[in-house]
């Protein structure tokens, strides 16, 4: 049923948010591009912690891809990977890394534009979502075969939207 509501969002374009939207938590924000093509959804969870993160990036007449923020090792940064195809069970570092089909730190943007990190769960959501380099890692890629996002992604998204 969400999947479906999803698509009807990106069906019918780009909307505004509403004031209810700047009180939403960040593991239950919608985000959308101002294309309508790309969406972002966090996957409110009840044992998100600190900076982890379940999404579904959504793609209008694409696939939807699981990704999943958390904390890098070493500087704390959030950073979103997005698996395709990996294998199941016990895999390798190298085994995971050839399934990424993105890999990078994720940015948020205040209302006034300034880059923040990332909230962690239970703080408000981010005005903007930043994920550098998706455009370039995800459309056309071979991986894909075919079933691939077929308009450009975007990487930078807008909050639109706050699941209850």
Known sequence: MRMQA????????????????????????????ADGNTAL?????????????EVRLIFRDGPVMTGYVEATHGLRQPEIVTPHNCPEGDVTGEELDACLLYR???????????????????EDAA???????????????????????IHKPAEILELSGCQE
């Open 41 to 53: 959804e966090f996957v409110g969870r009840g044992d998100a912690v600190m900076m982890a993160h």
């Open 104 to 122: 990078s730190v994720v940015y948020g943007t205040d209302e006034a534009g300034k880059l923040i990190e990332l909230p962690v769960a239970g």
């Open 127 to 149: 005005h903007q979502i930043l994920l550098p380099n998706l455009t370039a890692m995800l459309w056309m890629n071979p991986a894909f075969d075919g079933e691939g996002p």
């Open 6 to 33: 999803i698509g009807a969002i990106l069906a019918a374009g780009t909307f505004f948010a509403n004031p209810a939207v700047a009180a939403c938590p960040q593991e239950l924000a919608v985000y959308e591009s």
